[in-house]
């Protein structure tokens, strides 16, 4: 049961890695990505957000549209 559990835990995590570089992917400019926080880590659990920094120079001309 708890090998069960392991499994899920790393299924969920690879499902959400790729998710965030899909994401990633849809950005058009110069930039970088990191996975920060409990996902990262590895320590997440059923309540866990995916925190993504995203450093780049994509900015509009406009930004406070």
Do not use: Q, T
């Not at 965030?20 to 997440?44: C, E, Q, T, V």
């Not at 309540?47 to 930004?63: A, C, H, Y």
């Amino acid at each position: 049961m708890e090998e069960d559990i392991i499994k899920r835990r790393i299924k969920e995590r690879e499902r959400v890695i790729n998710e965030a570089k899909n994401f990633a992917n849809s950005l058009k400019g110069s930039f970088s990505a990191f996975l920060i926080g409990s996902y990262a880590r590895g320590d997440f659990n059923a309540w866990s957000d995916v925190d993504v920094l995203i450093i780049g120079n994509f900015m509009e001309e406009n930004p406070i549209k």
